[in-house]
């Protein structure tokens, strides 16, 4: 399997590898599918978590390893959920709304201390990463992201978001020049894909509000 860490093109003076490359493109389609509710996102995005192991492995960013490794463990789970979830739907499909406020300050406080945690493991073992606070934040940041997601929480898009605007120049200067150029892509897809998630939750709550005494 060497072959997957080897250099596929130059780009921009930048060297892409397959792992790099082949990880990002499936993580790009499981972003698409997620969008639009398919069930097939979640195998898309443990596929994605196995290939892109291999890539962080080859710059020694052990966040970006742990982080696939939540990845893969998560779809695991969110596959489950909405499975369970689309055969309990009427119309079989996957149902999102926005999260309440209790649910959303869960997920920020645990994503504040879960940040604090890891980037002291790797600030303390300085062989984890390179970047201990940047890796942290953003293996959480996924890891809240996904559960958000598996949750049907139109939050999850406002958390990728966030995990993008660091992701983006970490994975530029570790080497990774393909996760930094596909990340820009996945702002504009975490954008279209906010926007839709949100307009389709409130449609899902629309009948109840208008069913409602005066």
């Known amino acids: 399997m060497n072959w997957l860490n080897s250099q596929a093109f130059t780009a921009f003076g930048q060297h892409i590898i397959w792992s790099d490359l082949i990880g990002n493109t499936v993580g790009l389609a499981a972003l698409a599918l997620g969008w639009l509710r398919n069930i097939w996102t979640w195998p898309a995005q443990l596929l994605s978590g196995l290939v892109l ?24 789970w969110g596959w ?15 149902a999102v709304r926005f999260a309440t406020w209790r649910e959303r300050a869960c997920l920020v406080g645990g994503a504040a201390l879960g940040t604090l ?11 984890l990463s ?16 996904m559960y958000a997601q598996a949750r ?11 995990v993008d ?4 120049p970490l994975n530029f200067r570790s080497g990774l020049a393909f996760s930094g150029l596909i990340y820009v892509v996945y702002g504009a ?26």
Do not use: C, H
């Open 189 to 214: 897809l975490v954008l279209w894909g906010m926007r839709d998630w949100w307009l389709r939750s409130r449609r899902s709550t629309r009948p109840a509000l208008e069913g409602a005494p005066a």
């Open 53 to 76: 192991i291999a890539a962080n492995l080859s710059v020694q960013q052990a966040g970006g390893v742990g982080k696939q490794l939540v990845v893969i463990v998560v779809a695991l």
């Open 165 to 168: 605007l660091v992701g983006v």
């Open 130 to 145: 390179w970047s201990p606070w940047a890796d942290a934040y953003i293996f959480v940041g996924t890891l809240a992201a």
């Open 117 to 127: 945690a890891v980037g002291g493991l790797f600030a303390a073992y300085p062989s």
């Open 152 to 162: 049907g929480m139109v939050e999850f898009w406002f958390a990728w978001l966030l």
């Open 80 to 94: 489950r959920a909405w499975t369970v979830g689309r055969r309990g739907a009427k119309d079989g499909t996957i």
